[in-house]
């Protein structure tokens, strides 16, 4: 990993914006993490979804966000965000499963495929990554930084949903987390949330 992070520092000195997005496309690996990219994930999704899951159990994607990021790499600049962003990629792996799938989809945005798991575990496993995060120590360069994250959950109960429109459920129930004001996980619920995302997009246009 120490490798991988000289490489993208290295590039972060000459390309501030693309070393955030660096990936080896052949091998499906994310460059500057280590961890699997969106198109590894798309590669196998389709494989997993086509598999329902054992009676009582569902597959899941927890869809995660580092709260406050963009205010992060303004103040610590491209090349130690990028530690910050391998730091968390780390936090995170070593957190999960043998069989789970960690994906950095792109900035501060990361994904865990969850396979075969009972309801309440994908509750625990989130709610175990916001306690590892927030308690984790991020050593950048003689700062200590104190992070926490936001973890939105689509479920897959059956056969038959896509990748993109279980992430975009995930993807909208951590924009709910967040909206709580971070740290927080939310499991995605069509009417509840969907009616949410109305009513902000109401208060947005009138101007309040």
Known sequence: MRAVIALALGTAASDNGSVLNSVNSSGGLDLLTGLYNHQYLEEVFDGIAAQPPSEGRVHALLYIRIDAYLHLRTRLGPALSALLLADFAAVLRDSLDVGDIAVRL????????????PREHVDQIAQALLLRTRAHRFEIEGQTLHLTGSIGAGLLLGTGQGLEDLMTRASLACEVAQDAGGGHYHVYDQAADEKLRMVERAIRGRGF
């Open 106 to 117: 792109q900035e501060e945005n990361f994904a865990v495929l969850l396979r075969d798991r």
